[in-house]
């Protein structure tokens, strides 16, 4: 609990990658992660844990690793079976429109990596098991 007597937020955002191998190196790293949320195996989840440990001093157990990890396979599902580019369609009219942004604002970059990311989701999830 804080001791200040306002809120504080903390900002977050979404930019579009744009360098062609750095988005390469970034949808490696989500597939390795999918796959791993997915096959139970692998790095990504305990270097979470290690983040976790770090920022927080919690040292998670292997269940409750374990836990986040179901927790991270259980969103990343649901994810698949959505109809993400329509609802990046809307949003994006959306926000556009309220921010009075031109039609080729960034918003449009910002939902085509989304689009890609949801596409290496749906593929990873629909990919047998490994383990």
Known sequence: MSSEAH???????????????????????????????????GPCFEAVKQAIYNNTAVEL??????????????????????????????????????LGLPASSPVESCCKLVSEVAILVRDVMSEACTS
């Open 61 to 98: 157990t292997s269940e409750e690793l374990g836990h986040f990890r179901r927790g991270c396979f259980d969103f990343l599902s649901e994810l698949a079976h959505l109809d993400v580019d329509s609802i990046l369609v809307d949003v994006s009219a959306k926000v556009t429109h309220e």
């Open 7 to 41: 809120v504080v937020g903390i900002d977050q955002s979404v930019q579009p990658i744009t360098h062609t191998e750095g988005l390469q190196n970034y949808l490696a790293r989500v597939r390795s992660a999918c796959i791993e949320a997915r096959d139970a195996n």
